[in-house]
């Protein structure tokens, strides 16, 4: 209990500067940020932790955005096979980097379903951050 109230602040604090991309001009387009090998681990192993079910997660190339306060957003694409869906498609997702000390790592935020139409709202969602993926 302790853990989930300690990490619920700085994860609020990280996603205030997401928003819905409903208004149309919302988003922030970030300036290019190169993620180290560090920070491109902890994707994959943020991804790891919200799919435990997938046999194999394979992932594509990564980029990512940095906004005026600070906030490196990561899009990207994964194929996850094996688990409960079989073999997946690759899809877009997007996320964010927490380095809110004592607390690094990602959080996922949405990875698309196979539809075209999820596909390219994420797709639209990370051109908009300034992401091309």
């Known amino acids: 209990m302790r853990l989930a109230i300690s990490l619920s602040l700085p994860m609020g604090t990280v996603l205030a500067g997401c928003q819905s991309i409903d208004g149309g001009d919302n988003l922030e387009k970030g300036t290019p940020y190169q993620l ?7 994707v994959e192993k943020g991804w790891r932790e919200r799919l435990p079910y997938e046999s194999v997660l394979l992932f594509g190339p990564m980029a990512a955005s940095k906004d005026s306060k600070g906030y490196v957003s990561v899009c990207g694409t994964i194929t996850a096979m094996g688990g409960y869906g079989g073999i997946a498609n690759k899809r877009p997702y997007v996320g964010m980097m927490v380095n809110v000390k004592p607390l690094f790592g990602f959080v996922p935020i949405v990875i698309a379903n196979d539809s075209t139409t999820g596909q390219s709202a994420v797709i639209l969602t990370c051109r908009r951050m300034g992401i091309a993926i």
């Open 36 to 42: 180290s090998t560090k920070e491109t681990a902890a």
